[in-house]
């Protein structure tokens, strides 16, 4: 049998929403990943934390990783600066020690002012970053400083809800400087690019929670991509994902790496079928479903294969369009499908 995990050669992963989430781990992730044996690389758009922080944190999880095995979007940034910013040049950290460090390992000289003349700014989430200190940024990019964004995520998830990410802070220094930053985290594709090089993969796959970033960057790197419905984007989320945001597999948990690969695949599933309302075509009808298949009797499993029997026929149905199919709703036909969509995050 093909499993998902047997399709690739190695696992670009993402953390918050997809292994932990508020530090909490999620349930079949470590069960998932370690039978799938695939070499790992976890990709964070976090730029507040150190790669070995991370790796430790994941290692209290029950992971055995280093901090090789880890790439933040800090360091993206600073590899994207040696491209564009010279070597010695001093530069402005809007962000955590850790950054500032990784800056100086790589040769630039760290300055607290904008009068000191910063050829860059650096900006990475530092949640004790003050008014101050964004508007020293604003500042020099104002003044002539080349603008890096370790990432643009507008929102950042916690255990109490969503909370004010890198790209909002970003978003406001644009507003006063008129300077959009240029940006190194997903769903840029160099990050994903680095990761696969850096473990020599050649058919990796992309796996995160989150269609505007996991998703869309490993989409824009030209990887496969691989959606657990444990975090931030929502059964009806993927549905209504624009074509750039959409997975080419979908998996309630990480232990669908070691299930059949058709299983992941968007089209019927479980034997559960969709069609198009014949009244209202925004309204998609959910039938069927086969009580022998065990998916239908677990709720999490069926959500995932009602979701990819939907998806199956809302995305085919665009082949060709100009505009995606709007879908205002999804209605259940009959027991089994009833308990599936009960089971969506909407």
Known sequence: MATV????????????????EGGA?????LEGLTEAKLPMVFITNNASRAPQVVADQLNSLGYEVSADDVMTSAQAAIAMAADIIPDGSNVY?????????????AGYTVVDSADDAPAAVFHGLNREMTWNDISEAALAIS???RYLASNLDTTLPDERGFLVGNGSIAAAITTTTGVEPLSAGKPKPPMFWKAAEKIGAKRPVAIGDRLDTDI?????ANFETFMVVTGVSTHMDVVRAEPAHRPTLIGADMTALNREVSHAQP????GLSARFDDEDPSVVVLSGGDASDPRISDPAEAAVAALLTVAGLVWASESGK???????????EGPEAAVALGAWRL
């Not at 690739?8 to 929403?17: K, N, P, Q, T």
């Not at 781990?25 to 992730?29: L, N, Q, S, Y």
């Not at 950290?93 to 390992?105: I, T």
């Open 216 to 220: 869309a960057g490993g989409n824009a």
């Open 93 to 105: 950290v809007l962000g955590a020690e850790s950054f500032k460090q990784l800056a100086r390992d």
């Open 267 to 270: 089209g019927p599933q479980a």
């Open 5 to 20: 995990a047997s399709s690739f050669d190695a696992a670009l992963l993402d953390l918050d929403g997809t292994i932990y």
């Open 143 to 145: 003044r002539g400083a």
């Open 25 to 29: 781990p999620i349930p079949g992730a």
């Open 322 to 332: 100009d505009q995606a199919v709007e879908v205002s709703q999804v209605r259940a």
